[in-house]
């Protein structure tokens, strides 16, 4: 019987061990778990970080893009808003218009009259067919190219006087400052005077510097300046060419 103590001491023993392997693994286990969890949960940090800061770079580019954007669609919504006004007030703006220019060209110098007063006669005719957007598109050509006359040199062949008097001539056309015309021969020349409604005309001298005038327009000579009497005064050419 005295010998089965320590045999029952070592058991006792070889039990705690086993015991003591088993909760220092159990421990172990639960260290590496709790370690992949913290790996995890850092790694998870650091990506939450990294999309923090690019939403917060796209929001800074986004943010002047939404305000162009805003603004864009508050002008747009003050045009809409006005946009009844526009409408009903375009067709007599447009109705003034075609009456100054109507006005320009019955009291402006009478170079190309017949082909002004057409285009002038159709802004008038076939208006119902057309939309308002059409007509003020017909209107502001007609003002285009009555401005750009005040910027032009021009020459063509053409006939001054009536009756008996009639007779072909070349015309010259120094903007809207002087308007001149000379016989094929050269030896009979004038110069338009606004102010009086008539032709004035030019002597010897005067008519060469139109010969010159002309063959500049035709580009036959190279541009020199020219020495003529003006048919209107500056102050007004400028003024209507504005």
Known sequence: MAAAGPVLGEDSLRHEAR??????????SRIDAADDEARAMLEELREL????????????????????????????????????????????????LVERIEQWVENDMPFLRQERQARVVSLRSNTEALSIAERWERVVETWRAELAYGREMDAWRGYVGEGDSRREVDYLRLGRVGFYYLSPDGRAG????????????????????????????????????????ISQPLERAGGEDA
């Open 190 to 229: 004038g110069v338009w005077q606004s102010d009086e409604g008539r032709w004035a005309p030019l002597d010897e001298a005067q008519r060469r510097e139109v010969r010159n005038g002309l063959r500049m327009a035709r580009d036959r000579r190279a541009p020199e300046l020219l020495t003529l009497p």
């Open 19 to 28: 015991e003591a392997q088993r909760s220092q693994a159990e421990l172990q």
């Open 49 to 96: 970080e990294l999309a923090e800061r690019r939403l917060v770079r796209e929001s800074d580019e986004l943010a002047p893009r939404l305000e162009r954007q805003a603004e864009a669609l508050a002008r747009r919504e003050a045009a809409l808003d006005t946009l009844a006004d526009t409408r009903e007030a375009l067709p007599p703006l447009q109705e003034r």
